[in-house]
């Protein structure tokens, strides 16, 4: 009786299985992130889909997305004819920050607040953390705040405080006879005096004057006889002038 042998043929050509890599972190970037993608499981590849790559043939590409979308990737395989694969990547807006501040400039000394809006965490230039930084600065400041989002994006907002100061006129000397008048306020003796009022920026002005007052020697001044009185520091004991 004859022996019967069956013959076994072994493929051994690869198993395809055309497949995108994703070679960084995350399938979800920050707008203005790039990606880097790796084909496999096939030959002559060719991304689809995408402007924003130079070499569409490549095996590893590098995208920049701006808005959320799926890649498409064909490629021959290794028996006949053509595979295809997809690959969604999600891309995160970036925050839109913006900053409120109760004033553009003060004088100085003075404190300015300013209210951060638009996402999670913020961290400003001077060190603050939170979305309220209140400060007083004594010189012209550029506040800046990077705000990002619970994702991990960062955007940025800044804002300008303008620093005036107070200002002071020289001394100034004057002479009046019985009374003087300045701002709405009588002065009828000499002396050395102030006034703070406000200057064109808001702040603090302060004018000095050293002040001489005079006194007529034509005022009438009705005297009983017998009386004695004082004009000008000298003690009269008669009606007689």
């Not at 400003?124 to 705040?145: R, Y």
């Not at 994702?151 to 019985?178: E, K, L, M, Q, R």
């Not at 306020?185 to 702040?203: A, E, I, M, P, W």
């Amino acid at each position: 009786m004859g022996s019967t042998f069956k013959r076994s043929i072994v493929n051994h050509l690869p198993q395809y299985q055309l497949e995108i890599f994703n070679l960084g972190l995350s399938d979800t970037i920050c707008f203005g992130d790039t990606l880097e993608l790796e084909a496999s499981g096939g030959i002559n590849f060719k991304w689809e889909n995408t402007t924003f790559i130079e070499n569409d043939s490549l095996k590893t590409i590098k995208i920049f997305p701006d808005s959320s979308f799926t890649i498409m990737l064909t490629a021959d395989n290794y028996y006949v004819g053509k595979d295809t694969a997809y690959y969604f990547i999600f891309v995160e807006q970036l925050p839109n920050i913006s900053i409120y501040s109760t004033a553009d400039s003060i004088c100085n000394g003075e404190t300015v607040t300013f209210t951060a809006s638009g996402t999670d965490y913020y961290l400003w230039n001077n060190g603050t953390i939170g979305n309220i930084n209140t400060i007083s600065p004594s010189k012209d400041s550029l506040l800046t705040v990077n705000g990002t989002s619970n994702f991990g994006c960062i955007n940025h907002d800044s804002v300008y405080v303008i620093v005036n100061y107070a200002t002071s006129s020289p001394t100034i000397i004057d002479t009046s006879c019985n009374t003087y008048l300045l701002n709405g306020q009588t002065y009828t003796t000499s002396g050395l005096y102030q006034q703070t009022l406000v200057n064109n920026k808001g702040c603090d002005s302060t004018v000095t004057w050293d002040l001489q007052v005079n006194y007529s020697n034509s005022e009438i001044i009705p005297i009983t006889v017998g009386d004695s009185f004082m004009y000008y520091n000298t003690k009269y004991e008669s009606a007689e002038l």
